[in-house]
């Protein structure tokens, strides 16, 4: 049947109603060009003070691979919601890089958002890791 959903137990239906977003930034780079695109990121990363509202957490990498079309940066941000989001990045928030500055170095970039639905699976990664610490 159209419209309907499936009855969703309890238990998924709160991890739900709190989760948080997940934003996630892939940059391909002129090839030539990728430890400028590096150091802008340092710089932002280094001057934007102690905290960005709405923002728990940010990690970046680059593929391990590199090809010769250019290295691809990505970035992972958690947000408490797309409304913080829309607050950092504007009108363009479903589209806005996160390199202000780099622009002229950057070949395409793809921004999609997630909504987070497993932390309580995430959760137990987290413990489990600090019991083999």
Known sequence: MRGVEPAMPD???????????LRVTRSRVVPGHEEHVIAVLRHLTATMGASIKG??????????DEHDQGMSLVSITEWESIEAIQAV????????TILPGAEEYILETTVEHFESTLDDVSEVVEQRRHAAE
């Open 11 to 21: 238990a998924f239906r709160s991890a739900i109603l709190f989760a948080v977003i």
């Open 55 to 64: 923002l728990h957490s940010a990690s970046f990498g680059r593929a391990m």
């Open 89 to 96: 990045y504007g009108d363009g928030w479903a589209e806005r």
